[in-house]
């Protein structure tokens, strides 16, 4: 088990998540329930590149002819964020938010991770309605975006990072 990896299980851990490992491809699986629905999450440990990434993944796939629509709401999303980013995978409608780090010449410690994966779980959550809404609703992307943040400042109406302890219940099973 490599350094990263151990750090990433090790935080999990104590802080009382349910989670599978996959030792293998150095990755930790697990549910989150937000505050709409649950949705997975992937921790992966990149040992050789000394990087941390941590992806939630939209409970649902984005039809093929929402997917025009949806690239410009991930688009005018990721403008406004600070933190992460949100993926679309084209061929097959996966919607993807990741936050991740690079810990070359340091180290990851649990206030990174805990940082990190914050930030993430608490944007997804924010975030999702507005996916859920485009995807199967007749909605434009700038509709969507507008259900949840009604001000144009990039970093307005997302929670600290701190938030997201109070929100999820980590009790969510693989």
């Known amino acids: 088990m490599g350094k990263l990896y151990q ?3 090790s935080f999990f851990t ?14 930790v699986l697990m549910t989150v329930k937000g ?23 939209c409970p649902i796939k ?10 410009e709401l991930i688009a005018r999303i990721n403008y406004r964020l600070v933190i992460g980013s949100f993926q679309i995978n084209l061929d097959d409608g996966t919607v993807l938010f990741v936050t991740s780090i690079d810990v070359e010449n340091d180290s990851l410690t649990p206030a990174l991770i805990r940082n990190l994966v914050g930030a993430n779980l608490a944007t997804m959550d924010k975030l999702l309605p507005c996916i859920l809404s485009l995807s199967f609703g007749n909605c ?11 001000d144009p400042q990039p970093t307005e109406g997302l929670p600290p990072p701190s938030w997201w302890a109070r929100l999820f219940d980590r009790e969510g099973q693989q």
């Open 62 to 71: 984005v039809p093929e002819e929402r997917r025009a629509a949806a690239l």
């Open 7 to 9: 750090a990433v299980v």
């Open 14 to 27: 104590e802080d009382g998540w349910h989670f599978l490992e996959r030792e293998e491809d150095s990755t």
């Open 140 to 150: 434009s992307a700038q509709e969507a975006l507008a259900s949840v943040w009604q």
């Open 35 to 57: 505050s709409v629905t649950e949705f997975q999450c992937r921790a992966i440990a990149l040992e050789d590149r000394q990087q941390f990434i941590f992806y939630s993944v």
